[in-house]
């Protein structure tokens, strides 16, 4: 039996792979990645790996989590060193702590190679600083999956009325639904937000607004996007040092 390694590959800007990610990649006899791991990170990988695609965007596996669940699992029966590449960080908004589960349970090793998360490294990328001195104290990574509507929703909305950072991942298509339910608990309409999409790759977007108008503003915004809601969000006129110098 192999060993699996949940290892996250890091944003988009391939040389944000960490170092340990990087020597597993290179060691792997089969690399089993989503859509959101940068496909070049796959040349490091040494001849005759084999790479299994169980795609994955917004959320939404194209592939559903039981499946790819049991792909890793007969993958490490079969393989001595299994790679499990997944977006940003396999435990934010990974499923890496159930695919973990799943191979323990099952007497499997594994270990977790922390990757660098969208949540702090896209707005980064974006001149925007999560937590800033007299700003901001504190940041919260959000799901944006979940319907503010929802009935009973786990999501505590009525502790965002202070202004530390709240970064929505996940949320582009609820960004109507969110945008209104943070002015109706009480945020300006002119509160500051932005949408960031391809955070960190060349193709990096950032789109500045308010809660009022940012909809109209991000009609056309291509995924993966994330959400940045936040006095932070201002600095990005001062901090702004990415686009224009990739
Ligand atoms: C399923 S979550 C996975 C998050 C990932 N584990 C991480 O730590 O970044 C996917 C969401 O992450 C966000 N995301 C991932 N990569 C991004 C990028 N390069 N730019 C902006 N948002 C990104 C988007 O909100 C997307 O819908």
């Not at 079969?78 to 589960?101: I, M, Q």
């Not at 896209?122 to 700003?135: C, K, Q």
């Not at 945008?179 to 937000?193: D, H, Q, R, T």
């Not at 915004?221 to 969000?233: D, F, N, Q, S, Y």
Request: aromatic letters at 6%.
């Amino acid at each position: 039996m192999g060993k699996v390694h949940l290892t996250g590959a890091g944003p988009g800007d391939i040389e944000l792979l960490t170092i340990k990610a990087l020597r597993v990649i290179k060691e792997a006899d089969v690399i089993i990645y989503d859509r959101l791991a940068n496909p070049d990170i796959l040349q490091e990988a040494k001849n005759g790996c084999e790479f299994v695609y169980v795609g994955k965007e917004d959320g939404r596996h194209i592939v559903p989590q039981d499946d790819i669940n049991e792909v890793i699992y007969q993958n490490a029966l079969k393989h001595e060193n299994v790679v499990r590449l997944k977006g940003g960080d396999p435990f934010v908004f990974g499923r890496g702590g159930e695919e973990a589960l799943y191979l323990r349970d099952r007497g499997i090793s594994f270990d977790v190679i922390p990757g660098i998360t969208s949540a702090i490294s896209a707005p980064a990328y974006a001149g925007i600083p999560v937590t800033h001195r007299g700003v901001s104290v504190s940041f919260r990574v959000v799901t944006g999956h979940e319907s503010p509507n929802k009935k009973e929703s786990q999501i505590p909305w009525e502790t965002f009325k202070t202004d530390d950072t709240i970064v929505f991942l996940m949320g582009l298509h609820n960004l109507p639904k969110i945008s209104k339910k943070l002015m109706e608990i009480g945020k300006p309409k002119n509160y500051p937000c932005a949408v960031i999409s391809k955070g960190t790759t060349k193709e990096q977007s950032v789109v500045v607004g308010t809660l009022e108008d940012i909809v109209a503003k991000t009609k056309d915004v291509p995924t993966p996007a994330l959400i940045v809601v936040g006095r932070v969000v201002e600095l990005r006129e001062q901090l702004q040092w990415f686009e224009g110098n990739e």
